[in-house]
């Protein structure tokens, strides 16, 4: 078969009012309505493999390795003894995890070959619902049963705040995968009592597919799960207080940040009691020692959710928007969930940015600022100007925390007129509809005591950017000019498109997408520069996006250029994968690319 030829779509700025209006309508109009998605919320299954799967087109021989990819698998359970148990939030899908090997062909040394398998992470809590009828600890957005009473509010949450180590395995782990984080043993051992081998990664001309040593699923709390590389079997966990004992509070972050040059892991561990603490740590990845680098309390410092932060080469930023949890953080295990547990949005409650300093000369904060109320899900990145003296951060910005409620299933689903009550609202509507908004933190004018305000140099609005972005993982802590991410055009209830943005010109590319075709998070595999003097150019790469096909019910795996926004290829399934969130390409060694593509790499 031959690859699809669709043409890419250029936009710019003088574009962006009238496309963010046509959004809009196109929600409010129904626009969505013959877009199905129900493929990727039913009937998923897991296929342990690896089974190869066919390639139409071209995906180049430096892009070889292993893409992993987690998120949402199983969303109802039958026969319980409640009935039906049914996941009413996207982000509480139970975990399912999927891995595509890209190799070279033996038979054809200018080609790939592309191995799939996936695999279940929460075999023993959905066992735990077909039992019970209900999921036994906390979750993001999932509605306690409203026949319980007080006694049994006051005892679930007791017993949620108090989850037993040997029960943490049954927590529900599918954000965003970890390879090889430096000081983390697992605190449990196998899961099963026994490691199973049910695959091994595939072989080509005698050289396998390049395995990480190990793979972590993270979420926003403080515990992870190890899985096993080859199989994706469960074969672990451990808490943040593995790394430091002091790493005690509940909530964190799911997106860790690595240094991209020495490898060191930062992150945040948020804690609660008489005053909300964020404890900034970092684990050395020569050492696999951790310190805590920076302790926020205070003024300004309130318990939230909090999906993402910002490294640059000397600070961590931790930037707390106006997701605040009602009672310090204590209405949580009330509650529950997460969703309800946060307080009402307020315009007030402006977004606190914290400026800490990493390096081993002057540890601790160094600037305190703030910027007008909202929420982010997702940093894209952030980068040094002015010899260190300013910080430029961009993040996919949203006016209030309307967005939580559309991805609710209901919603996603088209289910009993949930999607029409949402979307009629147009202030909802607009609440729902994010910017990409770039903003600048002068450390000359900071006060490591007192706040003072951040400069916004742009916000390019929707659909010229999206969720889930990503750039050329060579340009992390960077200045960046290029930003992938999945737009919401209003076409699907869901993200229905893959977007360019380039910061400078503020014109965009997008992929000229299928309908009924739903992207996941483009992945960004650089195109290595060979020769002691070659320069990489940011845009120079491929993207790799795992597409639903909500008409036939089948996925493929996308091989995008990400220079013209257009398709090069596809391995294509015959069923269906989740809409998830979160991946990583775990690429060969620059010196294996070289030998395996020689003359082929730059065509």
């Known amino acids: 078969m031959a690859s699809r030829q669709q043409a890419s779509l250029l936009r710019n700025q003088d574009d962006e009012e009238r496309d963010y209006d046509m959004a809009l309508r196109n929600f409010q109009s129904g626009a969505y309505r013959d877009w199905p998605n129900e493929a990727g919320f039913e009937g998923l299954d897991e296929e342990r493999g690896p089974v190869e799967v066919p390639v139409s087109g071209y995906i180049p021989l430096w892009a070889i390795g292993s893409l992993y990819r ?161 199989t994706l079997e469960p074969i672990g966990f451990a808490t943040q207080s593995s790394f430091h004992p002091s790493l005690k509070g509940p909530l964190s972050c799911a997106h860790p940040q690595r240094d991209p040059v020495n490898g060191d892991i930062y992150n945040f561990n948020q804690d609660f009691g008489r005053e909300t603490v964020y404890r900034v740590f970092c684990v050395s990845a020569s050492t696999g020692q951790t310190e805590i680098i920076a302790e926020l309390r205070g003024e300004g410092v309130h318990a939230a959710y909090i999906h993402s932060f910002f490294l640059t080469q000397h600070f961590v930023v931790l930037c707390i928007p106006a997701s605040h949890i009602g009672w310090g953080g204590v209405k949580i295990p009330w509650a529950g969930n997460i969703v309800d547990a946060m307080e009402p949005f307020d315009k007030s409650k402006k977004m606190k940015w914290f400026v800490v300093d990493r390096t081993n000369t002057k540890r601790g904060i160094v600037g305190r600022f703030e910027s007008d109320a909202g929420f982010f899900f ?133 992929w000229d997408i299928p309908k009924g075709h739903s992207p996941g998070e483009a992945i960004f595999v650089p195109r290595l520069p060979t020769g002691s003097n070659a320069e990489q150019e940011e845009d120079d790469g491929v993207l790799l996006s795992i597409i639903l096909d909500g008409f036939d019910k089948t996925s493929y795996l996308l091989c995008l250029d990400a220079k013209t926004m257009k398709e090069l290829g596809r391995a294509e399934l015959a069923f269906a994968i989740g809409l998830g969130f979160h991946g990583v390409h775990v690429t060969a060694s620059s010196q294996e690319i070289e030998r395996v593509t020689g003359s082929f790499m730059r065509t």
């Open 378 to 510: 997702h940093s894209v990145n952030a980068f040094e100007e002015d010899d260190g003296k300013r910080i430029v951060c961009d993040m996919m910005w949203y006016r209030n925390l309307d967005v939580i409620q559309k991805m609710y299933c209901d919603v996603i689903l088209q289910r009993d007129g949930a999607t029409e009550r949402f979307w009629e609202v147009e202030e909802r509507a607009k609440g729902s509809m994010l910017s990409l908004t770039r903003f600048s933190l002068c450390l000359e004018q900071s006060n490591p005591t007192r706040f003072v305000p951040v400069e916004k140099v742009f916000a390019i609005p929707a659909p010229h950017a999206g969720e889930l972005p990503t750039i050329n993982p060579v340009f992390a802590t960077r200045k960046h000019r290029y930003i992938y991410s999945l737009p919401y055009q209003g076409r699907s209830t869901m993200m229905d498109g893959i977007v360019k943005t380039d910061t400078q010109t503020r014109e965009v590319l997008f």
């Open 70 to 230: 987690t998120g949402p698998g199983i969303y109802t359970i039958d026969d319980t003894p409640k009935g039906t148990y049914r996941t009413e939030h996207w982000f509480d899908g139970l975990a399912h995890t999927h891995r595509f090997d890209i190799t070279p062909d033996p038979d054809n040394e200018s080609k790939v070959k592309v191995f799939y398998s996936s695999r279940r992470q929460s075999d023993h809590l959905v066992e735990h619902i077909r039992k019970t009828g209900s999921m036994k600890h906390l979750s993001f957005g999932q509605k306690r049963d409203p026949c319980l009473g007080l006694f049994s509010k006051v005892m679930g949450t007791w017993q949620a705040a108090m989850i037993p180590h040997g029960e943490k395995w049954m927590e529900n782990v599918s954000v965003a995968i970890l390879p090889n984080p430096p000081g983390l043993e697992s605190e449990s051992g196998n899961l099963l009592g026994n490691k199973t081998t049910v695959g091994r990664a595939p072989q080509s001309g005698g050289h396998r597919v390049p395995l990480p040593q190990s793979v972590w699923a993270t979420t926003d709390n403080n515990l992870m799960k190890q899985m096993d590389p080859e």
